[in-house]
C-alpha cells in the first residue's frame, strides 16, 4: 500500500532538546517537502529537496536541518535553536516532471509539544 | 507578505447545495493552484487543481475556476455533503511546484444539515 508514513503521531520535548521527526514515502516520488502548521495560519514551507542528498530551505528553515540519505526518507531535525518549535508538522512528497504540475501528497503529521 | 489568501475564516452552507470557496492570490508568476481539504490532526488531502492556461477544471462534485486577470480562483462544490465540512486550502506554485506550495490560511466549511 503505497503512502507517506510519519512517526511519531505525538511527540513531547524539553526546551533546549534536539529532537527528530521521522518521514518516510514509498511513492517512488523524488521530491520530499517539510512544512510546519499553527493554529488559524496556512502550511508554511521548512525545507524540500528534489534529490537524494541535496535539498533547499524554504521560508522558514532557521532552527531546522534534514538529511536525503535515500530517495524514500527525509527526516527532520528540531533544533534548539528554534524559537517557538511547537506546532503540527507535515511531510509531503511529489513527483517532478516537465510540464507537469506538483500535486503534492501528504503524511498524517506529527504534533510536537515543547515543554 | 501574504501571497494567498483566503479571506473568509469559515464558511456554513446548507446540505445540497453549492459550497463556494474563494482564493486571492497576489504572485504573477504562480502558474499552478491546487485545492487541498484538511482535517484536524490529520494531513492534507489533494482534490483538485487547475493550470494557469486552462479557467476551468471539474473532477465530479468539484470544479475550481481560475481568472488570471482578477488573480482569483474559486472552488465550487456541487452538492455539499456532511462529509465535505472540513478545512480547505488554496495553494499555489511557481513551475510546476518543484520548489514547494504556498498555502493560504484555509476556510473553515461546515455543511449544515
Known amino acids: 500500500d503505497g503512502g507517506i508514513t510519519q512517526s511519531p503521531k505525538y511527540l513531547f520535548r524539553k526546551e533546549g532538546q534536539n529532537v527528530t521527526l521521522s518521514c518516510e514515502q514509498n511513492l517512488n516520488h523524488d521530491a520530499m517537502y517539510w512544512y510546519r502548521q499553527d493554529p488559524g495560519q496556512g502550511l508554511r514551507l521548512i525545507y524540500y529537496s528534489q534529490i537524494v542528498n541535496d535539498f533547499q530551505k524554504g521560508d522558514i528553515a532557521e532552527g531546522y536541518s534534514v538529511s536525503r540519505e535515500k530517495k524514500e526518507s527525509f527526516p527532520l531535525t528540531v533544533t534548539s535553536a528554534q524559537k517557538n518549535p511547537t506546532a503540527f508538522y507535515l511531510c509531503?512528497?511529489?513527483?517532478?516532471?516537465?510540464?507537469?504540475?506538483?500535486?503534492?501528497?501528504f503524511g498524517p503529521g506529527t504534533r510536537l509539544t515543547v515543554l | 507578505d501574504q501571497q494567498v489568501k483566503q479571506n473568509s475564516p469559515s464558511l456554513s452552507v446548507q446540505e445540497g447545495r453549492i459550497s463556494i470557496l474563494n482564493c486571492d492570490y497576489t504572485n504573477s508568476m504562480f502558474d499552478y493552484f491546487l485545492w487541498y481539504k484538511k482535517y484536524p490532526a490529520e494531513g492534507p488531502t489533494f482534490l483538485i487543481s487547475i493550470s494557469s492556461i486552462k479557467d476551468k477544471n471539474e473532477d465530479g462534485r468539484f470544479t475550481v475556476f481560475l481568472n488570471k486577470s482578477a488573480k482569483h480562483l474559486s472552488l465550487h462544490i456541487v452538492p455539499s455533503q456532511p462529509g465535505d465540512s472540513a478545512v480547505y486550502f488554496c495553494?499555489?506554485?511557481?513551475?510546476?511546484?518543484?520548489?514547494?506550495?504556498?498555502f493560504g490560511k484555509g476556510t473553515h466549511l461546515i455543511i449544515q444539515p
Open positions: 509531503a512528497s511529489g513527483r517532478l516532471g516537465q510540464g507537469r504540475g506538483n500535486e503534492q501528497f
Open positions: 495553494a499555489a506554485s511557481v513551475g510546476g511546484g518543484a520548489d514547494g506550495l504556498t
